[in-house]
């Protein structure tokens, strides 16, 4: 059902009949429909002006069988799996439903950002860059701790919508330093990563499109890395490329090749988690994705059975309709910050007893870097094809290993002789996510010299790539950001591999949170999806027909 702002000063149901609303209500399962006096007086977000009218907003309580919070990377593998293994899921997402090209002008242009840009709940910032921005259900949310702040997605797809889609696997012995042994990597390697390449078709981008105009600053980054002596090779993307090369012929309007896709790709193409994981999941009919359904906090009930404050909200951010969703399964795939800031929440208010100490704990990076290369002597073009074509990846030492890729600028007018190169590696740093009640949000807390040895290979492995005649500006200097959050709910020690929650019957964890902290220098995403994959064949096998 697509909510309909309330007009204003007027909290009422979401548009539609009587008698449909009354349907859709006894097919959901609900156990009651009340006004809630304490619901609706309960300020929706007490910082901001789209408060609807108090004692206005309808309330109900509904039953169903398995939730999922969230809609990126881990909460699609975890619908589709679910549902064909004939599983009805509820699917949670905050944010809103971004449909894609060609030629679509769905997504704000990263040039020209306005407020789509940004989730209104989020410190209102973007990429470290204080903005001004009318209140909307926009794409990013940044996190902003103590020495760190974190940048996620929101949306139906989560981090798929604007991530540019790198999609690197660890070597075995990668895997093997930083993951559980208990993992084993030859079945990882076998089936899971395969299976999700196959869903995101994976694909490098074709000598044809590296060869044309737009894509100089991937060759001149190819040169650089060759002429260092690094390695060098095409990173696969979750990208149908002839859109690319479509735009090339002049038969779209630009998205890859003037690498303005920062904010989505508008052009479609882009194989991100809404049109693959959720579209084959929705598909079976047994899948029903609700956009703008924000979970405020979460319980386990007397029965048992686990029990979510939920609102419905407008892309304004008004609060169109609270809900309580019971569940005996919950799988929070609200990525590694929110799943964190549900878990902390609910030990910090004593709202679910006896979760493991150590929620929040094994908080990492990924050791992400960004740094513009400015260099006069290079023509990497004003307007510079994207998102990324070449990495390097120095991977020998698996104490030390990390990947420098370049990635395209948005076009934002005058040559300035300037590209973006990105670096990630291994670093057993770890901070924690700590529920902070004033902010009522799970804040990172990170250490500040955190990340700072595998920092200086990857720089010393950019510097060597753009070479003297060139000028690296390290951005985390400015702003210490990441854009791979990982852990906060780590596999080992608030999770059994498989996700299951410790002594937490019905309650998984099957996102980025479950992660230890680092995805072995490689973008998180394909292991992320594959872990994820992993835990819920273990979880299909084990737990279907019992706790689900
Ligand atoms: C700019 C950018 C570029 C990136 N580039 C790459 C890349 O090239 N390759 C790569 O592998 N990774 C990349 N990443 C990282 C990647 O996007 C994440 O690692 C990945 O999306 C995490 O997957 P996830 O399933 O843990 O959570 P997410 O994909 O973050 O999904 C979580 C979802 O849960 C929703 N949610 C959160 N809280 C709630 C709540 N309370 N109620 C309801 N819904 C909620 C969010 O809105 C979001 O949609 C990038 C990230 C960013 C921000």
């Not at 309709?321 to 799943?339: D, E, H, I, K, Y």
């Not at 690296?472 to 200097?477: E, F, Q, R």
């Amino acid at each position: 059902m697509t909510p309909v702002p309330p007009a204003a000063g007027e909290g009422r149901l979401p548009h539609c009949s009587r008698r449909g609303f009354l349907g859709s209500v006894a097919a959901a399962g609900i156990a009651a429909l009340a006004a809630d006096a304490s619901a609706a007086a309960r300020p929706a977000d007490p910082a901001g002006p789209g408060s609807a009218a108090p004692g206005r907003i309808p309330h109900e309580v509904q039953d169903h069988r398995c939730i999922v919070v969230g809609s990126g990377f881990g909460g699609g593998v975890a619908s589709l799996r679910l549902a064909t293994a004939g599983v009805p899921v509820v699917v949670l997402e905050r944010g809103r439903r971004w449909p894609t090209g060609p030629d679509a002008r769905t997504f704000p242009s990263a040039s020209a950002p306005d407020e789509r840009a940004l989730w209104f709940r989020s410190a209102p910032e973007i990429f470290g860059r204080r903005v001004d921005l009318p209140r909307y259900t926009g794409l990013l949310d940044a996190s902003v701790g103590e020495n760190m702040t974190s940048v996620c997605a929101t949306g139906v797809g989560g981090g798929s919508l604007i991530y540019q889609g790198m999609a690197l696997q660890p070597t075995e012995e990668l895997f093997r330093t930083w993951f559980p042994g208990a993992i084993d990597w030859r079945e990882m390697d076998r089936e899971y990563y395969p299976r999700v390449s196959r869903v995101l078709r994976l694909a490098e981008a074709p000598d044809e499109l590296i060869e044309s105009r737009p894509y100089a600053a991937s060759r001149v980054f190819a040169d650089r890395v060759r002429a260092a002596g690094l390695p060098l090779r095409k990173i696969p993307m979750p990208i149908d490329w002839d859109y690319a090369l479509a735009e090339l012929r002049g038969e779209m309007r630009p998205s890859y090749t003037n690498g303005d896709g920062s904010f989505g790709v508008n052009n479609g193409g882009k194989h991100s988690v809404d049109v693959t994981y959720l579209a084959q999941a929705e598909a079976t009919g047994l899948v029903e994705v609700r956009p703008l359904h924000d979970v405020r906090a979460m319980r386990r009930s007397p029965d048992g059975r686990w029990e979510l404050d939920v609102e419905e909200l407008d892309t304004a951010g008004n609060v169109v309709r609270t809900l309580t969703m019971r569940a005996p399964a919950l799988m929070l795939a609200a990525g590694s910050v929110g799943t964190a800031t549900l878990l902390t929440r609910a030990a910090a208010t004593g709202a679910v007893s006896d979760l493991p100490e150590s929620v929040g704990d094994g908080w990492g990076t990924n050791a992400d870097r960004i740094y513009a290369w400015t260099d006069p002597t290079a023509d990497f073009g004003a307007v510079q094809g994207g998102p990324v074509v070449y990495g390097s990846l120095n991977w020998s030492d698996p104490t030390t290993a990390h990947t420098v890729i370049q990635a395209s600028t948005p076009p934002f007018g005058p040559d300035l002789h300037t590209t973006m190169l990105v670096g990630y590696g291994v670093s057993a740093d770890r901070g924690r996510i700590v529920y902070d009640p004033a902010q009522d949000r799970g804040v990172i807390r990170w250490p500040a010299a955190g990340d700072s040895g595998i920092r200086r290979h990857i720089e010393r492995t950019a510097r060597t790539i753009v070479g003297p005649s060139s000028h690296l500006t390290d951005t985390n200097a400015f702003v210490n950001s990441t854009w791979h959050p990982l852990g906060g709910a780590p596999m080992g020690r608030v999770c059994d591999i498989d996700g299951r929650v410790l002594g937490q019957r019905g309650l998984y964890v099957v996102d980025g949170a479950l992660i230890p902290g680092t995805t072995a220098a490689c973008n998180p995403s394909l292991t992320i999806a594959a872990i994820a994959e992993r835990a819920l064949d273990r979880i299909v096998r084990h737990d279907v027909g019992g706790v689900i």
